[in-house]
């Protein structure tokens, strides 16, 4: 039988997950009536949160006009992608009983996967509302927006996209008492969501690789929707002749200043 020392330490010494003198990790979530949102307390605090983000790149070879320079590989900046959060909650309803001593909660994580004890609730009650958050709210049509708090720490909001299940611990007649969540979320927030339309705005700087039917003229009704504005993309890529273009040249389109 391998033993968590760190758990058990934490228990005894009561940090970690299961301390009661810490904060505990909260999930707010949007509710369209009543206006106040809902709140999932924590039965005991996550070991590790882990907060992840990119941006998307592609690559491209920019070939010299008519040879005159040497082909060069360039990144061009395509989107930033929605920022994830994962997080692994722990519930146990046999140890959190009301009047369990620390010490003795700390010692049953060393029992036996099924247990006889029939004061202990079923884990489902907590789980089962974690899981509802992934699901589609009669209310809003859709799941609902979450916010996770830590004391002070504003961790994350985003949707839930993802979460896993396991059960670990059982009473003699199957009822589940332990349980660990695997939660994954995405961001949704109006900040993202307008940073993903000005990528597509006139007012961004962005590349186009020329196709053989472009022509600056082209690129201009496409980009800025008015064709007698393709000065600014040959000012910008010192073209002299418009007519002197080559396909596959990446061309800078320039945003457009007031």
């Excluded at 519930?91 to 202990?120: C, H, I, K, N, V």
């Amino acid at each position: 039988m391998s033993i968590n020392k760190a758990r058990v330490a934490s228990e005894l010494l009561g940090l970690g997950t299961g301390g009661g003198e810490l904060q505990k990790l909260i999930i707010s979530y949007e509710r369209k009536r009543p206006a106040r949102p809902g709140s999932i307390t924590a039965l005991f605090n996550p070991n590790q949160i882990s907060l992840a983000k990119s941006a998307t790149w592609e690559q491209q070879r920019v070939i010299g006009q008519r040879g005159r320079s040497p082909s060069v590989i360039v990144q061009e900046f395509r989107s930033i992608e929605a920022e994830t959060f994962s997080i692994e909650l722990f519930f146990d309803t046999y140890e959190s009983r009301s009047g369990a001593p620390s010490w003795r909660r700390a010692a049953t994580s060393l029992l036996p996967t099924s247990m006889s004890q029939r004061d202990a609730t079923d884990v489902r009650r907590h789980t089962d509302r974690i899981a509802a958050l992934a699901e589609v709210d009669r209310e809003l049509h859709r799941p609902p927006i979450c916010r996770l708090e830590w004391g002070a720490f504003d961790i994350f909001t985003g949707v839930l996209t993802s979460v896993q299940q396991t059960f670990t611990l059982f009473l003699e007649d199957g009822t589940p008492v332990r349980a660990t969540l695997s939660c994954s979320f995405a961001e949704a927030t109006r900040a993202a969501r307008s940073s993903a339309r000005e990528l597509h705005s006139a007012d961004v700087t962005k590349t186009r690789q020329l196709r053989r039917t472009d022509t600056l003229h082209s690129l201009a009704a496409e980009e800025y929707n008015d064709p007698s504005l393709w000065r600014h993309i040959a000012r910008a890529n010192g073209i002299v002749n418009p007519r002197d273009l080559m396909p596959g040249t990446v061309l800078t389109i320039p945003k457009l200043r007031p």
